[in-house]
Structure formats: C-alpha cells, structure tokens
C-alpha cells in the first residue's frame, strides 16, 4: 500500500499551487485522509481533512478559507489546492489515510498510511 504525494515546488507569495496524492494497493473510498505538514524545526501538523461519511471536510484555522481538500474516489486520488500561499506555509507535505475509520481525524497518530511528502516552499 503506498501513496504518493507530488505537486510540491517554489511557489511566490500570492501564488497557489495543487498537492495530489496518488493511492495504490488498495482503495481508500472508505477511509478518512488528510493533510498534514512539516516545517523545519517543528512538529507535523494537520492541515485539511476529508471523509466520504458525507462529504465532510476540515480544515487548520491557519488554512481555513485559503486550502481546499478534495478527493476523487474513482482515481483513487486525493488533492489539496492550495491559494494565497504565504511565507509561513513553506513545509514538508504529507498525506495520510486512516487505517479503516471515515472518521475525520487532526492527529498524526490517528492515521496509519503515510504518503512520503512533498516540499512547498513559499517565497516572499
């Protein structure tokens, strides 16, 4: 079971940029995903959730309103398109998918398949 997150890059301030995270191995229609990220020195944080209980999504209070999550059961795929990037969004994306949960869940330890990350870095 892998999942693979690409999509990461140099990004000016302003500017948006589109996360996608590939599943394979297994489906994971059922399972609840998100978003967490990493900036140096600091610890993993969750961005954005998504669950197919019915649709719902969540998202950080730093990203609400900017970041939108999204998911596409029949590719198996997961997005983050991400807007008005700034500065203090420069980190190590991951994603992540709960184990066999739809529930939405904010901590690293509630998720069980981890994507191998992808750097955004926010110029200013």
């Known amino acids: 079971v892998q999942l693979q997150a690409c999509g990461g890059g140099l990004v000016q301030a302003g500017g948006s940029a589109r996360l996608s995270c590939a599943a394979s191995?297994?489906?994971?229609?059922?399972?609840?995903m998100g978003w967490f990220r990493q900036a140096p020195g600091k610890e993993r944080e969750f961005v954005a959730g998504?669950?197919?209980?019915?649709?719902?999504?969540y998202y950080a209070d730093s990203v609400r309103g900017r970041f939108t999550i999204s998911r596409d059961n029949a590719k198996n795929t997961m997005y983050l398109q991400m807007n008005t990037l700034k500065p203090e969004d420069t980190a190590l994306y991951y994603c992540a998918a709960r184990r066999d949960s739809v529930v939405l869940a904010t901590a690293p330890a509630s998720y069980y398949y981890w994507g191998q990350g992808t750097l955004v870095t926010v110029s200013s």
């Open positions: 998504i669950t197919l209980i019915d649709g719902s999504t």
């Open positions: 191995g297994r489906t994971f229609s059922r399972n609840a």
